[in-house]
């Protein structure tokens, strides 16, 4: 038989999706199918693959572009191998340019106050802790200030913008985000209480415990106070170290 060669060229990280690749991503995730499932769905799209049927010796009849080959179930899972980055949260900052026609705030949040940061955390954290998904719609508000119903693909959307956003900040600001109490920087499963009670104690951080500055502290840009939170984070990981060494 002579062999056939398909050059398949596939997205190798979330940076690589568009607009499109990414609405399609969240709607595999919306339903009801395994992450296996997700992945050779969006393996077979990205591919450009048509599956056509499956023949009598339990292989698949798939086309791509005007050639027809079989692929064994087994086969198949081993190409969709290539998208297993979708288990893993983006390493930088994934987000629709656009959601519902509106445009959102900076992906990064480079620009944005400081207080529309602690909000959006807030949120986020609320929905890691409760699944409320009225959260998340709230959160979708104060990302792309419009209110509208969402849909479940778009509300995985704002999820990923998010959490890809934490991430982010967790290896960009890796002193105060490991040092929040968590393995992951992100405060999962703390309650509201607790959380609040780490915000509070970041505004003190930055305020120096003058109330009269916290205005002008929640007016900061996003990237400015974390930046001054990893260093404050760094001086005290420093000077525990140093206590340590000397007792």
Same mark, same amino acid.
């Given at each position: ?15 690589? !999706? ?31 693959? =048509? ?14 572009? =005007?050639?027809?080959? #079989? ?11 290539? &998208? %297993? ?24 949040? #480079? ?16 929905? !890691? ?10 959160? *979708? ?7 509208? =119903? ?7 959307? &704002? ?24 393995? %992951? ?10 959380? #609040? ?9 930055? @305020?120096?415990?003058? &109330? @009269?500055?916290?205005?002008? &502290?929640?007016? !900061? ?5 974390? @930046?001054?939170?990893? *260093? !404050?984070?760094?001086?005290? =990981? ?10």
């Amino acid at each position: 038989m002579e062999a056939l060669t398909i050059d398949l060229k596939i997205p190798a990280a979330w940076g690589d !999706l568009d607009n499109s690749q990414l609405k399609y991503l969240f709607g595999l995730m919306a339903c009801d199918f395994s992450l296996d499932e997700v992945k050779a769905l969006f393996f077979i799209k990205m591919a450009g693959l =048509k599956i056509l049927g499956k023949n009598s010796n339990r292989t698949y009849l798939v086309k791509k572009g =005007k050639s027809l080959f #079989e692929l064994t179930p087994l086969a198949l899972a081993e190409l969709a191998t290539a &998208v %297993d980055w979708i288990s893993d949260l983006p390493k930088t900052p994934v987000c629709m340019s656009k959601l519902n026609g509106k445009k959102g705030v900076a992906r990064d949040f #480079e620009g944005v106050a400081f207080e529309q940061f602690i909000i959006a955390d807030n949120l986020y954290q609320g929905f !890691l802790h409760t699944k409320d998904d009225s959260l998340i719609d709230q959160l *979708a508000y104060l990302l792309y200030d419009h209110e509208w =119903k969402l849909k479940p693909w778009q509300r995985i959307a &704002v999820f990923y913008r998010m959490a890809s956003l934490k991430n982010f900040f967790a290896s960009k600001f890796s002193d105060f985000f490991n040092g929040t109490g968590s393995d %992951d920087g992100n405060m999962l499963g703390r309650s509201a209480a607790s959380v #609040e009670e780490a915000v509070n104690a970041q505004i003190r951080a930055l @305020t120096k415990g003058d &109330v @009269t500055k916290e205005h002008e &502290v929640l007016a !900061l840009d996003t990237w400015r106070a974390l @930046t001054e939170l990893d *260093a !404050l984070a760094r001086e005290y =990981k420093d000077f525990n170290a140093k206590i340590k060494h000397h007792s």
